[in-house]
């Protein structure tokens, strides 16, 4: 098995496997012996359906091999977040509580990515129920970056990001509530991107939480791109899902000229030396194509993210606080914490985390006016301990304590910013051999002006 093959990028699967040097199968089979491999020490997979991806491997080569293939992704690996749902397949969220669940509906982009023709050869690891930026649960273990098997993969699609940089798969879905998709595309040197809200459809009830937003994550931007157009647009489930479908173009012009601001902090964030000076050297790299960079002072202060995860602590911990008193022993000690942290939460709280998300974007609004898109650390630290705990863990950055759950991450801020568009780049390593990214935070609704930007930096920087 080559490296190369497991490597290669999804858009260049698919024609591989329309001009026939290629099969479905060869490709299937190298990223499961890839995942049989890994799967002790990564462990980024969940359940896996390996048989039953074979068998659908072989149709999806009858087809090619007529040239009639069923949608634009037959016969291509794409792990599902576990999750979301596949109508007849398990689904444990990554919980002892739901371990096993059969669903018996399909979640809406699931449902588009299985109509093009994709192989869901297995579904990727998550921490319980999705609350926290690092992935490990008591149903599965501990996932690790495949980079550096000491630290996290990021969360909470920690397993999707570490199965591409694995190469057990070709694309992958995230969800992102704050900070989901872009923590572990930073931790992990892949692609991730939150596109804005509403412009992807998910289930009801968070598909009404305007923090909350599925997409995808990929090894390049043009694959990022190209299941992006799949999962977008309306759908009949989802009341907030927008119309019309935007699809972004593969391709995009030179951004010379371009202003682009650029914050290392964000106002108030510790951020690490490595960190810092990767995304010092991205600013260089946009600079020698054309745009004009400047450092800005973004005007946030600590309250933002404290705002932050007061939401998330009323919505997010109060749907979970729903198990505490049947299914409490079950838990992870960090969603345990979570849920209990939510029942002192009061509608008072809740209101105060809007009103500072509206005053922080009476700041951002205006300078994305006078700028293209701003750029900034995805991740203040390239990584955590794969596994840290954010309930029972402390964390200093710099030698200053920060909050041990969202401190070391740069994410949560766009989350509440939900309309802005943020896709998440590599911006190279950390001397611990972690990845670092930069995030391009586009205008509200732009979502093609983000991906121009990353297009244009990963051309001249090249994939890892």
Known sequence: MSDDLLYITATEALQRFADKSLS??????????????TAKTVNAFTYTHFDEARELAEAAEARWAKSEPMGCLDGLPVAIKDESYIAGKPTSGGSLITKDT???????INERILAEGAIVHARTATPEFSCAGVTWSRAWGVTRNPWNLEKTPGGSSGGTAAALALGSTSLGTGSDIGGSIRIPASCCGVVGFKPSYGRNPDDPPFNLDFYCHTGPLARSVQD???LQNIM???HPHDIAS???????????????????ALSMDLGSFEVDEDVRRNTLAVAELLRSLGATVDQVEIGWRPEV???GITYLTHLFGGALSNELEENGDQMTTYCRRFAEDSQSSTAQDFVHSLEVAGEAYIKLGPLLDRYDCLICPTNALPAVAADFDPSQDLLEINGTRVNAALGWVMTTPFNMMSRCPVVSVPSGFASN???TGLQIVAPTYRDEIAMEAAIAFESAAGRW
């Open 24 to 37: 479905p199968l060869e490709l299937l089979d190298a990223q499961i012996a890839r995942a049989e491999a």
């Open 102 to 108: 059969i669903a018996e509906t399909t979640t809406p």
């Open 224 to 226: 990022a791109i190209l």
């Open 232 to 234: 977008c647009g309306p």
């Open 242 to 260: 927008l119309r019309p479908k935007l699809t972004l173009p593969a391709e995009y012009e030179s951004i010379k000229g371009w202003k682009i």
């Open 305 to 307: 993210l404290e705002a």
């Open 433 to 435: 051999g972690v990845p």
